[in-house]
């Protein structure tokens, strides 16, 4: 019975330990981003390349099907009370808020965030950060601070893209496809859409880049260095990011209601 | 080189795109409040029941929004509801006599307020008071009302 309670306080300490770290290890990233930004501003270029510009596509195409269905959906369920027009009230609604923000968040850890940690884990398994702290480089700034300032800069650039194809699927299917008078369709999506809702995607979207980062990042960084290590640690960045970023919505969304 | 250069261009082109987009969120799905960053000038009424009216709800003259709602107040001295609304100052030749009334918009819509245009030569400026209000008509009351009279009616009918 003890050895229960003794594991139960050992796994604890455990988490509270690996949380600490990842606390401190955001702090440094944190106290090292703008001398980054500012000196070495080409290393974070070429990472918003990598992490946003290079996950256009899944984005662009993913978001005109996510708007597709909440046209087709919103059209078919809403025609029940006779209020078709309001599609477009329902899918801005459910894109600028909820769907934009978590859906990229999900895809971005799945396209950047195992690419990111694949990439450090496999420097690390292959002594390419122990080399460069040999020549008295230090990885966190050359390798680690610029990936993670590229992901925080695509992340709510990447959501704006998602929200928008999205409103443009839901704006084919509804009005192209169903009928759906276009003027409706948008009028009513303006009057019942405020700057506040836009700002609540928005710094979803912002909080979300930082946290899937981060965790990529940290779980790149973290990896045991074979290549079993490696890909636990890709798996462990797409798991848990998923996690933390449903939970951290449902935060965020409380706080703004 | 010649590859950091498209990585460049490549970044430049996503950010913009993203700008862009950022730009299409925030201006073209959310309600365009021509006058929110023009001069207003603030009025006041007092109502016996707002009904459902809120804060930012429009206020229209002859069906064109001329204002918004700023805020809705329980008077607790004359138990009244204090409703203040801003105006855009280009329109400044609305007669003082003017009656307020909240309407709704579409049987199930939101409410608002429609100002009817009165005689009075002199106008509403910042800080005057609506005298003519009329208040919400609130669904629930019409019902009951209806249903009342309808079953006393009834009522009468079978003592007949």
């Known amino acids: 019975m003890t050895g229960i309670f003794r594991e139960i306080y050992y796994t604890f300490l455990d988490f509270l330990e690996t949380f600490g770290a990842l606390q401190l290890f955001f702090l440094r990233l944190l106290a090292n981003s703008p001398s980054i930004f500012v000196r070495r501003f080409r290393l974070v270029v070429h990472q918003v390349y990598n992490t946003g510009a290079l996950s256009l596509v899944i984005i662009m195409v993913c978001g005109l099907f996510v708007g597709g269905v909440l046209g087709l959906q919103g059209h078919s369920n809403l025609s029940r009370f006779n209020a078709e027009d309001s599609v477009g009230t329902f899918a801005a609604f459910s894109l600028l808020k909820e769907l934009g923000p978590v859906v990229t968040a999900l895809l971005f850890a799945g396209r950047a965030g195992t690419a990111l940690a694949s990439e450090i884990g496999l420097m690390k398994a292959t002594d390419q950060l122990s080399a460069m702290e040999m020549m008295a480089i230090n990885p966190l700034r050359r390798v680690l601070v610029p990936r993670f300032l590229g992901g925080v800069i695509a992340m709510p650039l990447l959501a704006a893209v998602f929200s928008m194809t999205g409103l443009l699927g839901a704006h084919v299917v509804a009005v192209s496809l169903l009928g759906v008078d276009p003027g409706a369709f948008w009028q009513q999506m303006q009057t019942s859409l405020d700057l506040r809702d836009v700002s609540e995607g928005i710094i979803k979207s912002i909080v979300f880049g930082i946290v899937g980062s981060l965790l990529a990042v940290w779980e790149g960084y973290n990896a045991i260095p074979t290549a079993e290590g490696v890909g636990r640690a890709t798996t462990r960045t797409v798991v848990i990011t998923a996690i933390s970023v449903l939970i951290l919505d449902f935060m965020i969304t409380a706080i703004f209601i | ?160």
């Open chain 2, 1 to 160: 080189m010649q590859q950091t250069r498209s990585v460049e261009a490549g970044t430049g082109l996503f950010v913009l795109l993203g700008m862009a987009a950022l730009f299409f969120l925030t201006t073209q799905t959310t309600g365009s409040d021509t006058f929110s960053g023009s001069d207003t000038y603030q009025v006041t009424a007092r109502f016996q029941n707002v009904g459902s009216l809120k804060p930012r709800a429009p206020v229209a003259m002859s069906g064109v929004t001329i204002g918004r709602v700023t805020t809705v107040e329980f008077d607790p001295e004359s138990l009244e509801a204090i409703v203040a609304f801003e105006i855009d100052s280009k329109y400044d030749k609305i007669p003082e006599d003017s009656d307020a009334s909240i309407l709704t918009a579409g049987l199930l819509g939101s409410q608002y307020i429609g100002l009817q245009a009165g005689g009075s030569e002199f106008y509403l400026e910042q800080g005057s008071e609506v005298q003519f209000t009329q208040s919400a008509i609130v669904l629930e009351n019409l019902i009951s009302k209806y249903l009342f009279s309808s079953s006393s009616g009834n009522a009468t009918n079978s003592e007949n």
